[in-house]
C-alpha cells in the first residue's frame, strides 16, 4: 500500500475497525482524514442504538489514541451534514460529501463499498478497496462458555453469567463464573461478534433495530440487547443441543400415516424450551427422504436443517415477497417456525388455501391454545380448510395429538334441532374422543371442553353464567327483587337450579316456563362462558 501520504477514509471501513488495523501493521502512515459527515452519520446511528453506530466510534477512539502516539496524524474536515443528508445516506448524499474531500486533498480514498470505488475512481479519485475477507470458520469468544450440555448461555452486565443445561424437560441453571460480568467485557463479547459475522462462512446479522441486535453465527442465534431498550448490555446465546431423527420420537402408527400420506395443515405447539423446533426438524429430515422439497420461513432463521433445505427470512422479505416466492417454487412442505403476529397466521392462511403444505410452530401452553391463536383472526368456516393436526410438545416429547373437523350439527348438550350450526370438532387423534367444539353463539366465538364425567356417562349441559348477566336473568324473572345468581345449570336430569339469595334453591323442569326462560337467556347471547360436561 501507499505510506506517508494523505487518507480520506469512508463510513465501511470505520465501522469494519479496518483503518487503526492497517496502521498497527504498518501498511499505512501520514495523514488520516476524517469527514464530520461520518461522525455525524456514526452518531445517528448510535442515537438509534444500532451496534454498527458503537462500533464506529469506537474505532475514532482507537485512531485517537494512534494519533497521540504519533504513529499517525489525524483530520476532521468538512461540514457536518443536514438530517437531509444523513437521510439520505443510503442513497450516497454522505459518499458524494466523502468524494469531494478526497478530490480537494488530492487523497487516497480508503473504502470497503464497491460502489464507492467505483464511483470515486470513475471521478480520478485514488482508490484503496478493502473488500471483506474470505469466509472463515473462526470461532466467537461466546463459545468458550458453552460445552456440549450447554444449551444456552446468559450475560448481562454487572451480573453473574449463567447458563442452562441438559435437555427440555431435564435442565438446570448453572453458574458460570463467581465472577459479575462488567460492562466493557459485555461490550467487548458484542464486538467479537459482530467483527467475526461479517468474515464468517454461514454467519450473517437477521436482526437489526434500535437496541436489538439478533446474529445468526452458525449453530448459534446470538440476541443483543442494549440501552436504553434494556437496562443494561445483555447477550443470549442459544445453540440447539440435540439433532434428533423421527425414529427418534414414540409415534404411533396412526401419526405416522397422518403425517405421511393426509396431513397438510400442522401446527406444532408447545411452550418455550419444549422441544417444538428440534421436532419440526427432525420432522424436515423425514420428510426430505420421501422426496419431498421442504422450504422454511424464520424469524430468525435457526432450524437446524440439511443443505437441501432453503430458508427464507421473514424479517428480510414482505409478505407478498414470501407468498409469491412460494407459489413460484412450488414446495411440497413449508415450515413456518415461530408465528407470533396476525402477520403471521395470516400468511400461513393464504399459504394453506394457496394448496401449500404447511407446517407452523406456534407458543402455547396448551393443546387447544395452538387453535386458539387463529380464532377471531380467520373467518370460523377457513380455520378447518386451514388446520388439521395439532401436535403439542413437552419435555421433548409428543404429549397429545388432535385433529380438526368442520360439521353442521347441533352443539353438545343442546337438543333442538333449530340450534343446529357449523361447528369445529377438535378429536384426540389416538382415542377419536371430542374434547372440543368451536361454534358461534350470539356474537361471540366460544371453545367449548367437551369432558368425561366420572364413570357414569351422565348427559348434560352446564352452563356457567357471569355473575352480571345470571343476575339480569334472575332479577327479571323476580320482577325487579333483588337476587344474587351464583350458577346456573343443566344437570343429568334435565332439571334446571338457580341459587339465589332469597331462596336456598329452586329446581324447575326444563318445560316449565323458567326452564323455557333460560333457554331463551341461552339462545339471546348472554352468556359470557360455558364449561360442558358429557
Known amino acids: 500500500m501507499i505510506k506517508n501520504s494523505i487518507y480520506v477514509v469512508d463510513t465501511s471501513v470505520i465501522i469494519e475497525k479496518k483503518i487503526s488495523e492497517l496502521v498497527n501493521k504498518g501498511d499505512i502512515k501520514g495523514t488520516i482524514i476524517i469527514p464530520n459527515a461520518i461522525l455525524a452519520e456514526l452518531e445517528n446511528q448510535a442515537n438509534q442504538n444500532h451496534t454498527e453506530g458503537f462500533l464506529g466510534l469506537e474505532e475514532i477512539k482507537d485512531l485517537r489514541e494512534l494519533a497521540a502516539k504519533k504513529k499517525i496524524e489525524l483530520i476532521y474536515e468538512g461540514d457536518k451534514p443536514t438530517e437531509l443528508y444523513i437521510r439520505g445516506a443510503r442513497y450516497g448524499a454522505i459518499d458524494n460529501l466523502i468524494r469531494d474531500i478526497a478530490a480537494r486533498n488530492e487523497a487516497t480514498l480508503i473504502t470497503g463499498d464497491k460502489v464507492q470505488a467505483a464511483v470515486a475512481e470513475a471521478a480520478g479519485i485514488s482508490v484503496i478497496l478493502i473488500l471483506p475477507s474470505p469466509p472463515s470458520d473462526e470461532k466467537i469468544e461466546l463459545e468458550k462458555f458453552f460445552d456440549k450440555h450447554t444449551m444456552s448461555v446468559h450475560i448481562k452486565e ?20 463467581d465472577k459479575k460480568m462488567h460492562k466493557d467485557e459485555v461490550k467487548k463479547l458484542v464486538e467479537d461478534v459482530i467483527e467475526k459475522t461479517k468474515s464468517t462462512q454461514g454467519a450473517f446479522v437477521e436482526i437489526n433495530h434500535p437496541g436489538t441486535t439478533i446474529v445468526q453465527f452458525q449453530d448459534f442465534r446470538i440476541v443483543i440487547c442494549k440501552p436504553p431498550f434494556s437496562d443494561g448490555w445483555e447477550i443470549t446465546a442459544v445453540r440447539p443441543v440435540a439433532a434428533l431423527n423421527i425414529e427418534d420420537y414414540e409415534i404411533t402408527e396412526k401419526l405416522m400415516q397422518k403425517l405421511d400420506l393426509t396431513s397438510s395443515g400442522i401446527l406444532i405447539s408447545g411452550s418455550p424450551g419444549s422441544g417444538k423446533t428440534t421436532f419440526a426438524a427432525a420432522l424436515i429430515k423425514h420428510y426430505l427422504k420421501l422426496g419431498r422439497i421442504i422450504k422454511t420461513i424464520e424469524s430468525p432463521r435457526d432450524l437446524k436443517v440439511p443443505d437441501e433445505v432453503v430458508q427464507y427470512s421473514k424479517n428480510l422479505g414482505t409478505r407478498d415477497d414470501i407468498h409469491n416466492v412460494m407459489l413460484l417454487s412450488r414446495p411440497d412442505y413449508t415450515f413456518f417456525d415461530e408465528m407470533r403476529t396476525t402477520d403471521d397466521f395470516k400468511l400461513y392462511s393464504d399459504l394453506r388455501l394457496a394448496g401449500i403444505g404447511l407446517a407452523g410452530v406456534v407458543h402455547a401452553t396448551k393443546p387447544i391454545d395452538a387453535l386458539q391463536r387463529f380464532v ?28 380438526v373437523f368442520m360439521k353442521v350439527k347441533v352443539p353438545s348438550g343442546m337438543t333442538e ?25 350470539g356474537e361471540q366465538t366460544v371453545v367449548i371442553p367437551i369432558v368425561t364425567k366420572g364413570k357414569s356417562g351422565s348427559k348434560g349441559t352446564a352452563l356457567a353464567y357471569s355473575a352480571r348477566e345470571a343476575k339480569q336473568f334472575v332479577s327479571f324473572y323476580f320482577h325487579g327483587g333483588k337476587a344474587r345468581a351464583v350458577e346456573i345449570f343443566i ?44
Do not use: C, W
Open 158 to 177: 454487572d451480573t453473574i453469567p449463567v447458563a442452562k443445561k441438559g435437555l427440555p424437560g431435564n435442565m438446570e441453571v448453572v453458574k458460570l463464573s
Open 376 to 403: 377471531g383472526r380467520l373467518d370460523l368456516g377457513v380455520i378447518p380448510q386451514v388446520i388439521d393436526m395439532i401436535i403439542f410438545m413437552s419435555d421433548g416429547k409428543i404429549n397429545k395429538v388432535l385433529e
Open 417 to 441: 334441532s333449530d340450534l343446529a350450526r357449523p361447528v369445529i370438532d377438535v378429536k384426540d387423534l389416538e382415542t377419536g374422543n371430542l374434547e372440543y367444539e368451536v361454534y358461534t353463539y
Open 491 to 534: 344437570d343429568g336430569s334435565k332439571v334446571a337450579t338457580i341459587e339465589v339469595a332469597r331462596s336456598n334453591e329452586l329446581n324447575v323442569h326444563k318445560k316449565s316456563k323458567l326452564g323455557r326462560l333460560l333457554q331463551t337467556a341461552m339462545r339471546s347471547g348472554r352468556s359470557v362462558e360455558f364449561v360442558r360436561t358429557s
